[in-house]
């Protein structure tokens, strides 16, 4: 079974920046769209942003042009390069792994992933 392994978390000032990393598996970036969600206490997951296999990429509004989605296959790792980060972006964030392949453009609701990683927390201090 896939497992996904992210690092990169930590504590920054508004207006800093930080990359998120997720390890994982060859054929699962080669063969299925990733995302990185968000989740911050008392509120609901949210998706932040979404790549398919062809490079495709999709972002939530609150994050565009701000933080950039990337995948390296050939360190089998998944990025999340985050800018002028803002108080408002605290949260643990996780990837995740799509339940079906073949998706022409990424899909975009929690429900269409079904392999996540454990999480790192995001602290932005104003």
């Known amino acids: 079974q896939e497992q996904l392994v992210e690092s990169g978390g930590g504590s920054v000032q508004a207006g800093g920046s930080m990359t998120l990393s997720c390890e994982a598996s060859l054929y699962t970036l080669m063969h299925y769209s990733m995302a990185w969600f968000r989740q911050a206490p008392g509120k609901e997951r949210e998706g932040v942003a979404f790549?398919?296999?062809?490079?495709?990429?999709r972002y939530a509004d609150s994050v565009k042009g701000r933080l950039t989605i990337s995948r390296d296959n050939e360190k089998r790792t998944l990025y999340l390069h985050m800018n002028n980060l803002k108080p408002d972006d605290t949260a643990m964030y996780y990837c995740a792994r799509a339940q079906l392949t073949g998706y022409l453009t990424p899909p975009l609701q929690s429900s269409q992933y079904d392999t996540w990683g454990q999480g790192t927390q995001v602290t932005v201090s104003s």
């Open positions: 790549i398919a296999t062809n490079g495709i990429t």
